[in-house]
């Protein structure tokens, strides 16, 4: 996928320093696990938009596209969009901005949208977020709990806005502090103290009507990369990389015990890692991993399954032979697991969209059952983006 600068979100708070960034795929898996929210393309005017699959009919429908016009002759923009499920699954929310690299542009759109029941659909543009704020999106889903959200504002603010009534709160804080989502809307999770270099962070709860934080794990040294983060569902346990540290490991984090780390090794040295869910037992850790295929120029994508107890590492090939980036660039993708912890949804088509993109066949929502030996995984066609298409990264 096109490298980006990361849209100018600060290295305080991502903790990327230089370092460029794939946009990743995003999926939802609804309540009941019945179907999966997705992003898609219309194959011929590659306007982008929201699928959502069907896994007891194996059929895919498209709920929503947005479009954005702009310039002198309203051309149409694509946009970087993320779905996810709300209400219980009769609602989907939908973030979204057009022109992903258009630093002028710090709002953030929001969608509120009825499934399978009557009501009204709701429309937000949060304005001058900036950079920051208006980025997020890209690497976790937006933090809900019940019909409030969660944004990360301009210095060092948070703003809690009802979806309901579209009131809105600003909360500022003496220190940089990220939101974060909890798996069921139930929660409001954050981070603070990642703008140290080499100092503490720490990662807690907070009181979505307070505000009020509850310290849960605290992290003494190293910049933590929060593109390889994950919390148990318990909230007992946290997993997570250090930037920039050789050889790459998984810090393990839990309640009362002292902290351990988990090997990579059996992945080979030159595999980037990027962990996201726990298993419901909080057994093992599910990410998805990058490495370098053999005479170089390509490389493999797919599903890495690490167990906590140190036994080796287990990979799932979803995409081979995917034109190799830089050094430089982070080459993963995000994963979503079912609630039952039976199935982990990813999906690739943001790596369509580069000027190197995938080959068409490997441009699709990937399911991975999980819960046998076999690893069988169902593939659901996304279309490619059309080349004389706008692209969704902007300019």
Not at 301 to 329: H, M, N, W
Request: with cysteine; charged share 25%.
């Amino acid at each position: 996928m096109r490298k980006l600068s990361v849209l100018n979100l600060t290295p305080a708070l991502i903790g990327l320093g230089s370092l460029l960034v794939y946009i990743l795929a995003c999926t939802s898996f609804s309540p009941d696990d019945t179907k999966v929210l997705y992003d898609t393309v219309d194959g011929k005017t590659g306007m982008t938009g929201v699928a959502v699959y069907d896994r007891k009919t194996g059929k895919s429908e498209v709920l929503f596209q947005p479009f954005t016009l702009y310039g002198p002759n309203l051309e149409r923009k694509a946009a970087l969009l993320r779905p996810q499920w709300v209400e219980g699954g009769h609602s989907f929310l939908t973030a979204w901005r057009a022109g992903g690299d258009d630093s002028d542009n710090t709002s953030l759109n929001i969608a509120v949208l009825p499934f399978d029941r009557r009501g009204p659909a709701r429309i937000f543009e949060a304005p001058e977020l900036g950079d920051d704020g208006a980025s997020l999106f890209y690497y976790w889903p937006v933090p809900v709990v019940g019909k409030h959200l969660f944004l990360v504002g301009r210095s060092n603010s948070i703003v809690r806005l009802d979806y309901a009534t579209g009131e809105m709160r600003r909360e500022t804080n003496q220190e940089e502090v990220v939101p974060l989502p909890s798996p069921d809307n139930d929660r409001l999770f954050y981070l603070s103290g990642a703008d140290k270099t080499n100092g503490a962070s720490e990662y807690g709860v907070m009181d979505p009507e307070t505000f009020a934080r509850t310290p849960l794990f605290h992290i003494a040294e190293g910049k933590v990369s929060v593109f390889s983060l994950a919390l148990s569902r318990d909230a007992k346990s946290l997993a997570y990389q250090v930037e920039d540290e050789k050889p790459p490991v998984i810090h393990l984090l839990e309640s009362g015990k002292a902290a351990k780390t988990l090997s990579l090794a059996s992945l080979g040295g030159e595999a980037e890692v990027s962990v996201r869910q726990f298993s419901p037992k909080g057994d093992i850790l599910y990410g998805c991993y990058e490495r370098p295929e053999e005479g170089g120029g390509s490389v493999e994508c797919g599903l890495v399954e690490i167990p906590r107890d140190g036994s080796p590492a287990r990979k799932t090939v979803l995409i081979s032979k995917a034109p190799a980036g830089g050094k430089d660039q982070w080459a993963s993708l995000q994963v979503d697991l079912s609630h039952d912890g039976k199935t982990v949804a990813v999906e690739s088509l943001w790596l369509a969209c580069n000027e190197h993109p995938i080959n068409s066949e490997d441009c699709a929502l990937f399911l991975v059952d999980v819960s046998g030996s076999g690893r069988e995984v169902t593939k659901v066609a996304i279309p490619m983006p059309p080349k004389e298409a706008s692209s969704p990264f902007g300019k």
